[in-house]
């Protein structure tokens, strides 16, 4: 290699950490990202006083103890930043009122399935008795003692729920308020319910918390700290090509014709547009054209984000409600309302004010024919801010005279802030069939036929999330130094 330089694509978290664990490793590394600001999907944005948190729910390796906690360590995303570990993952109401609430705690929660449900003893103890297993697993980001032991508790607990949706477990449930509540947890088709027990295996832990500030604080620390390494971000630098060059990967044009040339390429951007656009569909692998035209991605988003002048500190701070009577938002017909307040954030909201988020899946296409004509396109936004309001009012009343600040934002909003393909907010979404995919280490991360050139983030990733588009710019960082027989080194903050 001429001088050990790496260009890389897009500064989200899996861009950020590429850079970061790049100049840990004694490699000249710029990033290039198209916005003004670091973090990608992670990100925040402001209103009316008010802070709209676009990304972090809960943040996987955010218990000093964890070992998954060592990789935020290392990207210095979490230095002296508040934790907030809920006493509940969510809760559900019926059309009634009635509740069930998915304790973090697992003895609480199996003692409140119990309560709720004495005749579905067998699956309820089953099921939290993998939630203990997958706790007191060892995440450590780096193969090590214990790793065996990992190997077999995953095995076994693939065995038993590998191939099982959510609705299948939530099929096994004889309760039917206890079966309606487990249908609307990760309510995407055949989301895996390893998914589920992982992520409760973590809040259980208490290793999947939400860090004080949010999203784009998140993302300024580990900028920082990549700086703080020597690395340079050049921001509003979009990249339209990837210069290719006798077989390798050489550089990078940049939308107004500047060309910057290093000796590796990283692309932590979308992976449609790096592959079909920046790369001109060129260097196509059989695997990924597949990926690209079955399209399993997750549902792209619209959220309505609403300033309140009041404190919503007393109310459930994630709630699923059953509809009485079904909404329609985006042209689809709604009968459940996910309504989510930050009031455990007080950097969110001005005091005795709350940040209040209703989100709901939608599809892409609905929303790029509307834009066609941008009246509708406004129109549809308000109509979905009005329903949300009206529905709330009925959870909370007198909640419609005190909102202050109305945020809608679409799978439009999310293109263009990101880049992401059709606008999903975690690349291809995880199923029971793709999910090992994940587990063995995602897609390819490099094309035949270009040398030098390598892929991160969320779109070699199946399942994305913050912790594995940071986990993903390690390992890359950690398989250049591979191929140029250095030993991969890291420092923590
Ligand atoms: C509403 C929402 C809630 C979420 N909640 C959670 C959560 O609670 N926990 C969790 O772990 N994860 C969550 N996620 C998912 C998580 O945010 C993503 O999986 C993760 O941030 C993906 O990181 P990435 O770096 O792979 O991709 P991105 O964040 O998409 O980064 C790609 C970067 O590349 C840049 N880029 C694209 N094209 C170009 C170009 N041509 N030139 C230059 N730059 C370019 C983009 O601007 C962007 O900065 C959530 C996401 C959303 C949207």
Known sequence: ????????????????????????????TRIFEMHSLPGGLCTSWQRKGFTIDGCIHWLVGTNPKSSSHVMWEELGALKDVEIV??????????????????YNDI????????????????????????????????????????????????????MKFGKMSVADFAAKLKDPFLKEAWQTFF?????????????????????????????????????????????????????????????????????????????????????FNTIYKMLDGKFLEPELQEYYRKSEIFEPLVMVTLGVNRDLSDQPHTAIHSLKTPITIAGNEETYIQVKHYGY??????????????????????WKKLAEDPERYDAEKKQAALTVISTIEKIIPGFEKDVEMVDVATPLTTERYTGNWQGSFEGWRITTKNMNKSISGGLAHTLPGLKNFYMVGQW????????????????????ICKEDGKTFTTTRV
Not at 89 to 102: E, I, P, R, T, V
Not at 128 to 148: Q, T
Not at 461 to 476: D, F, H, I, K, V
Request: charged share 25%; net charge negative; hydrophobic share 40%.
């Open 1 to 28: 290699m001429a001088d050990n330089s790496i260009i890389i694509i897009g500064g989200g978290i899996a861009g950020l950490a590429a850079g970061v664990y790049g100049q840990m490793n004694g490699y000249k």
């Open 85 to 102: 570990n809920h006493e509940e993952f969510m809760s559900f109401y019926d059309s009634d009122g009635k509740a069930f609430h998915l």
């Open 107 to 158: 003895d609480r929660l199996e003692k409140h399935m119990l309560e709720l449900s004495p005749v579905d003893v067998k699956v309820i103890k089953e099921l939290c008795s993998v939630i203990r297993k997958v706790s007191a697993l060892d995440m450590s980001p780096d193969s090590g003692p214990g790793s065996l032991k990992k190997t077999i508790s995953m095995m076994t607990i693939y």
């Open 187 to 271: 309510d995407m088709p055949d989301f895996p319910m390893m998914g589920l027990i992982f992520t409760l295996g973590w809040m259980n832990q208490k290793d999947a918390g939400y860090p004080i500030g949010g999203s784009l604080a998140f993302s300024k620390s580990i900028e920082k700290r990549y700086k703080d390494l020597g690395g340079e971000i050049l921001y509003n630098a979009r990249v339209e090509k990837i210069l290719v060059e006798d077989g390798q990967a050489a550089g990078i044009r940049l939308t107004d014709g500047q060309e910057f040339r290093a000796d590796r390429v990283i692309s932590a951007a979308d992976g």
């Open 345 to 366: 954030d007080p950097t969110l909201a001005p005091k005795g004010k709350s940040v209040v988020m209703s989100m709901f899946s939608s599809t892409y296409d609905y």
């Open 460 to 479: 070699v990733e199946p399942g994305g999330g913050l912790p594995t588009a940071g986990m993903s710019g390690r390992n890359m960082i950690k398989r």
